[in-house]
DNA sequence: CCGCGGGCCTGAGAGC
DNA sequence: TGCTCTCAGGCCCGCG
């Protein structure tokens, strides 16, 4: 399921049940999700106070009073719901996409709050892993990340730079987490469309190379480059404003639906008109890299 | 090192 | 109704 936008909605969702509360209590309802629990998963948990909830491209990150992070992803159908103690809701009024299947409640944290927060993940390609604060910096799933798309560092000479000695399509260099971290499939194809670039043209053309510096050579960013972090940058704001987009899986902790996905361009409109003024031309899909690209083949170049 | 394809899981929807 | 097949928002790993 969830990208950056999803991962976002999911964390602001989590801040007031969480973040300066306690974990009272932590259940893992099974041995594994899609890696083993550490045999201290519990025991670190319980009776630390979460300090803060943040992000870091898809993952979820709770600092904890220990030195401790606990690391949360939610691979393609992770959600958490959150339950308020005694504020008249019944359990209900929360649910996940399937809402009679509770058989993929996986992970249950009753915080001090009153809330429970619940883990919810049908697939199983979501984890969660404790890393002790200072060797975030060794931790494997995190090392080789690349920016953040809406933080400072990330900008057309950034990307540029990253792309210029790629061998591969536009498509797939933004799919790489190390090229930028946190984007997926839908807001790949969404921000290729709003750039106009298609998504197999070679990710090297968004660079000039400028020659050898000190023995590096340099990349110049292209206007090219210069309109896609614009677009990438618009497309992420507006789905975090909709609380991401909802397809099958995806649900903000209260339950409510994003819906983002009202605004896709391209993104699951095959055989639909192109939206663009006086384009005329046919949203198409196709594979690449082994998932479905959409786009227009008339206005995007 | 890089890029690609397979595999991990379950469930929904299409077609027969 | 029920079977089979394809596909799904992610990412690790092994291969060439």
Redesign the pocket.
């Given at each position: 399921?969830?990208?950056l936008p999803?991962v976002e909605t999911v964390r602001r969702g989590l801040q007031p049940a969480m973040e300066g509360s306690k974990i009272l209590k932590a259940e893992a309802r099974r041995k594994d999700l899609?890696f083993p629990f550490q045999k201290d998963f519990v025991s670190r948990l319980e009776g630390q106070t979460v300090t803060a909830i943040g992000r870091r491209?898809?993952?979820l990150m709770a600092d904890l009073t220990s030195g401790d992070v606990l690391l949360m992803?939610?691979?393609?159908?992770g959600s958490f719901r959150v339950l308020e103690g005694s504020s008249g809701k019944t359990p209900g009024q929360f649910h996940h996409?399937?809402s009679e299947?509770r058989?993929?409640d996986h992970v249950v944290f009753h915080m001090s709050s009153g809330a429970a927060v619940i883990f919810n993940d049908?697939?199983?390609?979501g984890y969660m892993k404790i890393i002790a604060r200072h060797a975030l910096d060794n931790e494997?799933?995190l090392k080789g990340l690349g920016p953040e798309p809406l933080g400072n560092e990330f900008d057309a000479a950034m990307l540029a730079a990253s792309c210029f000695?790629?061998?591969?399509?536009l498509k797939?260099?933004l799919?790489?987490?190390?090229v930028v971290a946190g984007?997926?499939?839908?807001y790949v194809c969404e921000a290729l469309y709003r750039a106009r670039l298609s998504p197999r043209r070679l990710?090297a053309t968004l660079a000039t190379k400028t020659g050898q510096r000190k023995g590096v050579a340099g990349a110049e960013p292209t206007d090219h480059a210069k309109r896609l972090v614009g677009a990438i940058h618009a497309v992420l704001n507006q789905a975090i404003k909709a609380g991401?987009?909802?397809?099958?899986?995806?649900r903000q902790t209260s339950g409510e639906l994003?819906y983002f996905q009202h605004s896709f361009q391209v993104?699951d409109r095959e055989g639909e008109k192109c939206q663009t003024a006086d384009c005329g031309g046919i949203v198409r899909?196709f594979?690449q890299?082994?998932?479905?690209t959409f786009w227009c083949p008339k206005c995007q170049k």
């Open positions: 399921m969830p990208e999803e899609r491209a898809k993952y992803h939610l691979g393609m159908s996409a399937r299947d058989a993929h049908p697939r199983r390609f494997p799933l000695n790629k061998k591969t399509s797939a260099a799919l790489d987490q190390r984007l997926g499939n839908i990710a991401g987009s909802s397809l099958r899986d995806h994003g993104y899909r594979t890299n082994g998932r479905s």
